[in-house]
């Protein structure tokens, strides 16, 4: 059986539990517009009081990123 990064991400995303506190956004976009749209999340919603992060990314075949970004759900 061949498996592939995405058999893994699944997995791994199947594991997470679903009530941790957390808001996760992901998000595909060029490398530079990924750049300005993880750093206005972070100005948005600074890390001392949400605990905001990337919580993981990775490149696509076709030069794209894909990335997900996590933040408290209670400082709503």
């Known amino acids: 059986m061949v498996f592939r990064p995405r058999d893994l991400a699944s997995r791994m995303a199947a594991r997470r539990k679903p009530g941790d506190g957390y808001?996760?956004?992901?998000f595909t976009l060029p490398r530079e517009e990924a750049r300005a749209?993880?750093?206005d999340f972070l100005n948005?919603?600074?890390k001392a009081a949400y605990m905001?992060?990337?919580e993981s990314?990775?490149?696509l075949p076709g030069g794209d990123i894909e990335f997900t970004m996590r933040r408290l759900a209670s400082a709503d």
């Open 44 to 46: 948005r919603y600074p």
């Open 57 to 59: 990314w990775r490149e």
């Open 37 to 39: 749209r993880a750093r």
């Open 23 to 26: 808001l996760r956004e992901t």
């Open 52 to 54: 905001s992060s990337v």
